[in-house]
């Protein structure tokens, strides 16, 4: 059978892969926080027994886009946002240290600081616990203070600091939970990072350049069923000639 229709095939396959990546960024363009994944095609030459001449496609994802989201007011005291560069320290469901830009926090009935998904919140000691409360406030360096019960209102109390952090980038990659990791040591505090509360950061999602590749995607895909067409066309042809013959 002509290789012509596992170039094809391969293509196809290959299209359908990337319109899944960016499918999944279209999905999550109002996931606070969320960070876009890139997509590219790469060529794969065919070695065989004769010459390389022709190359099956492959999609691959080389990396994440970091670009910040715009910032949204939500007036809530435990939504908190990095402003600028840096990460919040999270315990990832396998007890990892991961990272999240933004979250909406919650005190669960056991005190423990969690994100909206429900993952603890690191702070200088591992996860934070906070005793009972009228009020909790969150400062820029990431100070927690709380007023605690029967205590008058200008009364607060340090109770831990967020664990934030600033590695590079480069060494930052996205699990499959969505989380950011580290590719190294777990980085140090960096007391430069400021969160900001009462915001949430948006996705970094454009939607108009995600159904403009969806849509160039879809074009490349029906192009490469037509090759499979017409490699299967020319297989039958010459069967024909064969068989004349």
């Keep these: 059978m002509d290789k012509m229709l596992y170039v094809a095939m391969t293509g196809a396959q290959n299209n359908t892969l ?60 435990l939504d908190v946002a990095v402003g600028g560069e840096g990460w919040l320290a999270v315990q990832a469901a396998d007890g990892s ?19 909206g998904s429900g993952l603890p919140v690191l702070g200088n000691a591992g996860p934070i616990a906070v005793p009972p409360e009228q009020k909790i406030e969150i400062g820029q360096d990431g100070t927690i203070s709380i007023r605690a019960l029967g205590e008058a209102p200008n009364v607060l109390a340090e109770v831990d600091r967020l664990k934030l952090v600033n590695p590079d980038l480069k060494q930052m990659s996205k699990g499959e939970d969505g989380l950011m990791r580290f590719d190294g040591p777990q980085p140090l505090a960096d007391a430069a990072v400021r969160v900001t509360s009462g915001f949430l950061e948006s996705s970094n999602v454009n939607a108009v350049e995600e159904m403009t590749a969806m849509l160039s995607l879809s ?27």
Aim: glycine content about 6%; charged content about 25%; aromatic content about 8%.
């Design 97 to 115: 240290e991961a990272y999240v830009r933004t979250a909406s926090l919650n005190i669960d009935a056991l005190g423990m600081l969690r994100t």
């Design 219 to 245: 074009r490349q895909f029906e192009l490469q069923v037509k090759m499979m067409r017409t490699a299967e066309d020319n297989a039958s042809a010459m069967a024909r000639v064969l068989q004349i013959s």
């Design 18 to 77: 990337a319109l899944r990546a960016h499918a999944n960024n279209l999905a999550n363009i109002s996931t606070t926080g969320f960070r876009r994944d890139f997509e590219q095609a790469r060529s794969m030459p065919v070695f065989g027994d004769t010459f390389p001449a022709r190359v099956y496609a492959m999609s691959e994802r080389p990396g994440t886009d970091f670009t910040p989201g715009a910032l949204q007011e939500t007036g809530r005291d």
